[in-house]
DNA sequence: TCCGAATGTCGTCGAACGGCGACATTGGCA
DNA sequence: TGCCAATGTCGCCGTTCGACGACATTCGGA
């Protein structure tokens, strides 16, 4: 996903939160955030923290990256840890 | 450039700057906000406005990219399918 | 049908934001 | 050596943040 604006990020986050089958209280408390921001975050608040917008990314797995898009020849299933994806689905994560 | 923090960014912003040969109170003028802004982004600050520090970027055209890192015009059609591995993770497997 | 979970909204509050002007420091060059 | 551009820092100010509690709405299941 190529990010342009905040209503990109908010787009995003909402949609990988789904994916893992994570509601709004559960993700915010992960964060450590209100749940309230994140639904200004979800709707594409421009005046958020970046700070805490990070840390929202990170714990959804999410990678960001700046300039020049990497390696793109790399294969994607070669960055990818399934089993971490695969046991926060099943809800034996581990906090970090 | 991968970015897990604030610092991150500054780091990104400074050098693409300097790269692209401006000043801050060029690039500040460029992207709408003061001098004294663009010196604490570049320090890493990390409460700023996710707003701005978007704005910035595209200004330095720095592109972002958010989740799995994209093959640009490589046909990723045969990329995983995530849900289906959390699904099946979860118990919830349909058809198959 | 009713109940509860999930989501969205409102008002209040202390804290921090970002802009502005001013000043100190650094470094390059005539 | 002196000058000037670039950078970093400070305090003040009006605005907005994010947390919290409370309430409204929607929707799927008992």
Known sequence: MRVRTPQDIGLTIRERRIELGMDQTELAQRVGVSRQWLVEIERGKPRAEIG??????RELDLDIWV???????THPADSIDLN??????????DDD
């Open 84 to 93: 971490r994806i695969i046991d926060r689905a099943r809800g034996t994560d």
């Open 52 to 57: 805490l917008v990070l840390r929202t990314l």
């Open 67 to 73: 300039g020049d898009v990497p390696a793109p020849d």
